[in-house]
């Protein structure tokens, strides 16, 4: 762990703009900080987010057992640093005295075993459950479905009469229920739940006491201590959120977090102020932090500009670019580890051409990264050469990256090679494929991006694929719900190891919305999640990355920097490794 964190606080350093300078604007009375985000989030539930949007709120409102302090390095939160066994498969955490909720009631150690298991219980459909598969019996709890038959859907999204699947139940998972005049969807019903409160039992998590919160592995997990730090494993208060609406209202809502939810108005900002109950307010100088909510990022700039933001995570492209050149002091670009591509739904459908591996990767041979990322991505960009980015430590202490090598390649004719041969095995034409759309979020500052990418498509393939802009939370629900065929976004990581970039296509995760299906992708993944062994580890993420830049369900185009503006008067913003910049500990100069 240190070593990863010296490799990424060495990109820091490098790629920090800092200089020094005295600033006209004067100190805010209120000690309110403005700022804008360019769409409303999720949910106030940690159970509900998915998006960096979500968890820029969330980690303000919320404090996992773990957190980060005024420099960004993981410290104690909720609880004391774990005590872990030799094996490194159970961990105690101790909450620690006086952590308060905003309306006053002790945080527990039963508050997080509650909220760990909600998140897991299949009902709630969670996103994120998976980053809990690492606790023992947590996939099997949380992959239980119901018993019964599953129907194919036509093009309106009715029933067949076409079985998809079909879960069954034997004798044994009968006994001990009542079966004396029971329909058969009843009978699912109850067999169901029976399956639901034994998988339940043997989830490695529980509460000994108010105080002691016990958690069994199923393997050795270098980062599960950081995991406790990220948003899915935030506590909920177990006696509010009893009712459902909790999340719905400052009035409900209930948080343990340095700040709480004042106001929110949807569309147009959330307000939230600092929690006098938080175990660490008396660093926390701001009393109120707003976050506007602006869609476009020229407004975003302008409000900037005419010092009504105090900072600002979006800017325009050519903005980013001029204030590079000028050597402005308010902009600072650091690294960040995630990786900007392109995802193709590979789902094994009638007329999919991206079901096709060939055609896949003929989109990707005629990209010239080089040129699209020189001309057309935000400033301090990075080529990339794979899914993994750097700043991400292998077995030997070598940054990853690095040691896997250039898995990318630009070669005109070899896509045109394969596009042709896609082509004739799907018996699809290019008009075809000239019927799908490139989307992606108009949010993301990808428009000029995205219309290079579907003009060198035309000029090296002969393609006319149109591009198609939506809201973000639209992209974000039409990519989760199968609803694309091509989409640009960004993938950030979750924990400093290379697995945060990779188990996301795993078949069977939630997140892998390419769809993708590769058995020894999977073993090579599910290898590397069992092994305590280093080597063994990386050796086998270094094989899946290989396999899953062969199939193409994913084109990568650059790996990510985090470009910012701060005002010069605003002190101690922190940037926490896998964080967009953090305001808890910031004040006015």
Request: glycine fraction near 4%.
């Amino acid at each position: 762990m240190n070593k990863k964190n010296t490799i990424l606080i060495t990109y820091i350093l490098v790629f920090s703009i800092l200089f020094t300078g005295c600033s006209n604007i004067k100190k805010d009375e209120n000690n309110t900080l403005t700022t804008a985000i360019t769409s409303n989030p999720r949910s106030f539930d940690p159970a509900y987010a998915i998006s960096q949007i979500d968890s820029n709120i969330l980690n303000y409102l919320y404090t996992g057992l773990l957190t980060y302090d005024e420099s960004g390095k993981l410290t104690e939160g909720m609880s004391e640093f774990p005590k872990i066994s030799e094996d490194g498969l159970k961990y105690t955490f101790k909450i620690k005295d006086d952590m308060k909720w905003s309306n006053g009631d002790n945080v527990t150690a039963y508050d997080f075993e509650n909220e760990w298991l909600r998140i897991l219980n299949p009902e709630i459909k969670s996103k994120y459950s998976y980053q809990l598969y690492y606790i023992k019996g947590a996939e099997e709890y949380n992959k239980i479905e119901k018993p019964g038959k599953t129907y194919i859907k036509d093009v309106y999204g009715n029933n067949t009469d076409l079985i998809e699947s079909e879960i069954t139940y034997s004798e044994k998972d009968l006994e001990g229920i009542d079966k004396e005049g029971k329909s058969e969807e009843e009978l699912n019903n109850l067999v169901y739940e029976k399956w639901l409160k034994e998988k339940k039992k043997n989830v490695g998590i529980f509460a000994k006491d108010e105080k002691t919160l016990m958690v069994e592995l199923v393997n050795p997990v270098p980062y599960f201590s950081e995991l406790t730090a990220f948003f899915t494993l935030y506590p909920t208060n177990k006696k509010v959120i009893e009712n459902k609406d909790w999340a719905k209202s400052p009035e409900s809502l209930v948080t343990n977090g340095a700040f709480k939810l004042k106001e929110y108005k949807k569309d147009e900002y959330i307000i939230i102020e600092k929690n006098n109950d938080w175990f660490n307010s008396e660093k926390v100088k701001l009393n109120n932090i707003n976050f506007e909510i602006v869609e476009d990022v020229n407004t975003i700039w302008k409000n900037y500009e005419d010092d009504k933001y105090q900072i600002i995570y979006n800017a325009p492209e050519e903005v980013i670019a001029k204030k590079l050149k000028e050597e402005d002091k308010e902009l600072k670009i650091e690294k960040e580890i995630g990786t900007t591509y392109i995802q193709l739904n590979t789902e094994n459908k009638d007329n999919n051409p991206f079901s096709n591996k060939n055609i896949r990767n003929a989109l990707s041979y005629s990209l010239n990264r080089n040129e699209l990322v020189k001309n057309f991505a935000s400033a301090g960009k990075y080529v990339a050469t794979g899914i993994v980015p750097y700043g991400l430590s292998d077995e030997n202490d070598e940054d990853f990256r690095m040691s896997n090598g250039n898995l990318l390649e630009y070669n005109i004719e070899k896509s045109k090679e394969l596009l042709n041969k896609g082509l004739e095995e799907t018996s699809l034409s290019v008009d075809d494929l000239n019927k799908q759309v490139l989307l992606y979020s108009k949010n993301n500052g990808f428009d000029k991006l995205a219309n290079e990418i579907v003009r060198t498509w035309n000029e090296n393939l002969g393609l006319n694929i149109q591009v198609q802009a939506e809201e973000y939370n639209d992209v974000i629900y039409k990519t989760y719900n199968d609803d694309f065929g091509i989409n640009l976004t960004t993938w950030t990581g979750d924990y400093l190891d290379p697995m945060t970039m990779l188990d996301i296509f795993l078949s069977d995760s939630k997140m892998n919305n390419p769809n993708y299906e590769n058995k020894d992708y999977d073993r090579y993944i599910l290898d590397a999640k069992k092994s305590s062994f280093e080597s063994i580890r990386m050796k086998s993420m270094k094989k899946a990355e290989e396999i899953l830049l062969q199939d193409k369900p994913i084109i990568p185009i650059y790996f990510e920097t985090l470009s910012y503006f701060v005002k010069d008067n605003v002190k101690q913003v922190s940037k926490p490794n896998m964080e967009k910049p953090n305001l808890t500990y910031a004040y006015f100069e």
